[in-house]
């Protein structure tokens, strides 16, 4: 089957400084991937769309300069939550499209301190 | 926008009880649907998924039958058993936005023996 990695599995920074996720499908080429990102006890909000070669799309309300997206191969795209503040603690997780059917990365555990 | 709505939980069932999770959408067009599962730890797995009205999506036991009068997607398990603990989510497809998904709120089931 589709198998999505996410790396690192859970991280812990300081506030103002940069975290990048990296999410990869190991088997599979993506020309779509998605971000989105989870609170406790709550559903999957859709951040953003990320089509390889071109500029993410970008939910209403998501900062663009602050979640920087990077689709740079069929097979990785990178979230970079660039400086980092408390309220951006959150689990986030990416999805690759295959065949209009989406397969899900275990998630990153962000924490700021 | 569209939308999905299902039944908050927590839901706490005894081992070999039916199990029915409601789910209902609202959308413009006619979206896929599907019901995710998320067991603790572990990222989002496709449980099941129904593309078009009247279309029965199964998987493992589970059900959910594709009703455009109603915009439902309700699932349905005969007999739950303690595994099948997890928290479950139904989403739409935007066709729109590259097949975005759309979640619920995600609906906790504890089965217990």
């Known amino acids: 089957g589709a198998v999505v990695s996410q790396h690192p599995s859970r991280v812990i920074c300081k506030s103002g400084t940069s975290v990048k996720i990296e999410c990869r499908s190991l088997d599979f080429q993506a020309t779509t991937m998605f971000w989105y990102r989870q609170f406790p006890k709550q559903s999957l909000m859709l951040m953003a769309t990320?089509?390889?070669?071109?500029?993410?799309?970008?939910e209403q309300g998501v900062e663009k300069d602050k979640f920087l997206i990077n689709h740079a191969s069929l097979t990785l795209s990178t979230l970079t939550v660039t400086s980092a503040h408390p309220e951006d603690s959150s689990f986030y997780i990416c999805s690759a499209k295959s065949y209009n059917e989406q397969f899900f990365g275990p998630g990153t555990r962000l924490t700021v301190l | 926008g569209d939308s999905v709505t299902q039944m908050e939980g927590p839901v706490t069932l005894s081992e070999e009880a039916f199990l029915t999770i409601n789910c209902t959408y609202t959308?413009?067009?006619?979206?896929?649907l599907f019901w995710y599962v998320q067991y603790p730890g572990e990222g989002l797995q496709l449980l099941l998924k129904?593309?078009?009205?009247?279309d029965k999506g199964s998987n493992k036991g589970f059900e959910a039958t594709y009703r455009k009068e109603t915009t439902s997607f309700h699932l349905e398990k005969g007999s739950v058993q303690v595994s099948d603990s997890a928290v479950y989510f139904c989403?739409?497809?935007?066709?729109?936005?590259?097949?975005?998904?759309?979640f619920g709120k995600g609906t906790s089931l504890l089965v217990t023996p």
């Open positions: 959308a413009t067009g006619y979206p896929s």
């Open positions: 129904a593309t078009k009205a009247d």
């Open positions: 989403a739409l497809a935007r066709p729109n936005s590259g097949y975005a998904l759309n």
């Open positions: 990320s089509n390889e070669g071109s500029k993410a799309t970008y």
